[in-house]
C-alpha cells in the first residue's frame, strides 16, 4: 500500500492519514493511536495496539460485540496484516488471538473470484440483494478453507471477515479496521430504515469523525461473495467521490470503521453508535431532520474544523480502562477457535 498525504490533502470526508509523528510509547504498552502508521510501528507495538483496540471494541457495557462477535485488524507495513481468529472474544483478547496473513494472497483470491463469477452483480440494488436466496457457494468455501489453513498456526483460523478487512486495509489511509455489531447500529441495519445511516448528516461532529459518504451495503453472504461485491462497491465509492468512506455499514449484519490509527477506528465507532442512537431517539419524535447538503459541505471544508479532525486523527490519549468481563476469563467451555470450528462451511465464526 503507497504512503497515503496529510489528512489537509485529502479529498474531503474521506479515511486519511494524519501527518503527525509517531510518539514515543510510554512504558505499559502502546494506546491504541500508536497502531502501524505507513508501515514505521514495529509488529509487537501495531500488534499490542490492535490487542488493545479489541478490547476497548468488545468492552461489555458497551454492547457493540458480544461473545465471540467481530474483529479487528493492523496493516503490518510490509504486504502483511493481523486480524483476529475465528471464535476468539474480544473482550478478553490476547496476543496470540490474532493471526498474521499474506493481504495479497488474500486479494488475490477475492479478485480470482470476482473473474469467476463476472455476473454475480447486484450489490448495489438494496431491495433485490435482501430477497435473493445465496447461490451455491462450495467452491468459495474450499477456497477460502484453504487460504486459512495456511495461516492457522497452532489451530488458531482467521476469522471468515480476514477478506473484508484485506479489502479495507488495501484503501489508502487504511491501517487499522473494526467490525462490530452495536446495538443501535444493527437496530437500524436490521430494519427498514437501514437507509437513514447513510442519507444525510445529522451535527456536524458527525462529519467531522465520519466524513459525509458512508457506505450502505445489503446482505450478502459473508466471505467472498461479501469481499468482493464491497470491494466492487468501495472502488465505485472511490472513482465518484475521491477517497475512501470511513464507515461501511452491512445491512443485516454489522459496520466496519476505517482508520489511519486503531484510535481513529475506535473514533469511528463510538460516532457512528451515536448517529445511531440519534436516529433511533428522534423516530417518536417524527425522524431524524439532516443538515442541508450546503451546510455539510460547509462543516467539512471549514478550517477550524480540518484541524479538529487532524486534532483527532493524531489523537494519542490512553484509552479509557477496560471493564473486566464477569467470569473466568478462560474455561474449557469458552469461544475458542478449537470448539466452534465446525460452525460455518469454512469453519469460521464472524
Known sequence: MTNSPALGDTAAGGTALSDAAPRDVAAGGPAPGDAVTGGSATTDSA?????????????????????????????LGDGRMRVKASGVSMAIAEPGDFVEMDTAAVLRLVDAAEETHPDDRGAGDLGDAVTRPATDTTADDEAVRALFAAASPGGRRPSVEAL?????LDLPGVDAVGHTHPVPVNALLCSPLASLLVDGSLFPDQIVVLGTDPLLVPYLDPGLKLARAVRRMLRDRIAAT????????????????????????????????????????SLPAGGPVFLHAADVARIDTRP??????????????APAPVVAPTGPARTSGSTTPDTLTDRTPDGAIR
Open 47 to 75: 500488534t499490542a495496539a490492535l490487542v488493545e483496540l479489541s478490547r476497548q471494541l468488545g468492552r461489555p457495557d458497551r454492547r457493540w460485540a458480544v461473545l465471540a462477535e467481530g474483529n479487528a485488524s493492523v496493516t
Open 164 to 168: 473484508l478487512h484485506a479489502v479495507c
Open 242 to 281: 475521491g477517497a475512501a468512506p470511513k464507515v461501511v455499514y452491512l445491512q443485516n449484519h454489522g459496520m466496519f470503521a476505517l482508520g489511519a490509527s486503531t484510535a481513529e477506528v475506535l473514533q469511528v465507532t463510538e460516532m457512528a453508535v451515536k448517529v445511531a442512537e440519534v436516529i433511533l431517539g
Open 304 to 317: 477550524d474544523e480540518l484541524l479538529r479532525r487532524a486534532a483527532l486523527a493524531a489523537a494519542t490519549a
